[in-house]
């Protein structure tokens, strides 16, 4: 592990998209775009701030129209929207997302059960969401696309790397720049990490590349320390490590935001973002979501923030 | 990172001492045992089975003579007692504890608050159960002493890393032959470990050296994989991810014996522990203990407990 280099490392915050999608508590719009305007007063450059899907499919998140809408737009601040079908990807561009997240599973399986199609069907759509923004004079919007379970699928188990990799590159030759690679149910190991993001980093640059990991089996920030020394330097997270998989029952959620954030902050790592504020913002989640969240150093405070010497120790 | 060699990791299972030490329901004499004996069907050839320090400081450990006398000694099986002080260590020896393990913190604070006396009675109080066991004919127990708070204090803060190499260096030249570096309250970090490690293996060779990490912050894994990264090869860890440190309070506890485990497996690290019977142990400690634990393997099942493809997927 190569330890002298202290590379800044981008975090993109998912807590609004990925982390409350599975919450069974309806949270009001007007909370939605609090919890994303104090994002991005933390400093976070990149926000997955909602997703355009079938309401039906994803309840939690069926106002995202109203909240692209709400937000305020912070500049240099780009808001992502996860759209898997060319119709949410006209919702996204409606609503001014800055860039489309597209996903597709690397295991067949866990497509059929995700989006309800063959992965075959899902590239096809991703042409047509590549056709539609490029069919729009003078749009901004950028492109990005994840392989989900690129790491292992709670129904067909290991992945072949190369499946993952060529999946990256389909992409990248659909017109796609941005690519993630998602564990999408927490079963990487940091030794797959290292070799997988290797292997990756060969067709896409380190700006285009961004690792998901979820804590389902704890691996979480160790998985981030490999892909990190690897090589990669963008990493999705969420607040308070909200989310979670509805085929992984029992499973925390995403690597929690502030636990990466201390890591890196105690590491020399710059992030940007500003560990405090977060952490007064992890602490309004509860209420928010109706239960405690997994993310550890809300709970524990920082290094620095110590603790007063018990009166007891001053007579020994 | 070096991910070619696959060098065993050896896990010492502290649940039965670090774990229950601060757990406010009583867990039985019996339930004890059993534990422990669990523990030992599992694999482990190191178990920190319990402690001989004061009942009053202690209540939860108080019936350490009885668990030592009731375990069902395997063969291979090295049993570890805890004592801070000379006379914990003469009823360690009598309960034919194979290992003694001394606690010291680097912090002057921490222990005074901790051991209620300064480093420097604490050392001369080592001195004193080492001419103890010397002076056994015979005596078959070994030493080890552990630099609590090694990576920081929650009262002091940053802990200078000299102070810790030449803890570990006068504990060698007492006759000490095991070095523990704990991470008492969860305050190490990836770069930290890796340079403090290094800098110990200068004088204590890797089979003599043992890592204490807790997952306060949930860095526990990652700074496993540093360490070991770094040459260290000796890890305690509790089953659930059990403990916890009364100076920090809301943070969770050890890391956790069956996600280290898990991540070894993942990994291809031998450790000789059997990971699918080490998670049935596990998920008896809620009602051993009276509540949740942290631990996340034991939730989420191992990569290979593949889940049923929902029926829906086969009509797509």
Known sequence: MNFEYKEPLLVQEVAS???????????????KI???????????????????VSPKAI???????????GIARREGVIYVALVPKVKGAERALAANADELNLVMSASQT???????????????????????????????????ATVATAFGCPFEGRIDEDRVVSIARAYREMGIAGITLADTTGMANPRQ????????LEHVSAADLTLHF????????????????????????????LGGCPFAPGASGNICTEDLVNMCDEMGIPTGVDLQKLIALSR????????????????????????PVPEYVLTI
């Not at 990490?193 to 990756?200: F, K, Q």
């Open 110 to 144: 866990h497509n059929r059960a995700n989006m309800r199609m063959s992965c075959e069907l899902s590239l096809a759509g991703f042409g047509d969401i590549v056709r539609l923004v490029d069919g729009i004079q003078h749009a901004k919007v950028s492109l990005n």
């Open 59 to 69: 309840p939690a998140l069926r106002d995202g129209d109203a909240v692209f809408n």
């Open 214 to 241: 979820h804590n389902t089996r704890g691996l979480g920030l160790a998985n981030v320390l490999a892909a990190y020394d690897a090589g990669a330097r963008r990493f999705d997270a969420a607040l308070g490590g």
């Open 193 to 200: 990490v290292a070799r997988l993001v290797s292997r990756v």
């Open 284 to 307: 309004t989640l509860p209420a928010l979501v109706g239960h405690e969240v997994s993310g550890q150093v809300a709970k524990a405070g920082r290094n620095c923030d110590l603790h």
């Open 17 to 31: 998209r990925d982390g409350l999608q599975i919450e069974t508590q309806w949270v009001e719009t007007a909370d």
């Open 34 to 52: 609090a919890l994303i305007d104090g994002l991005s007063a933390c400093g976070f450059t990149r926000i997955e701030a909602g997703s355009f």
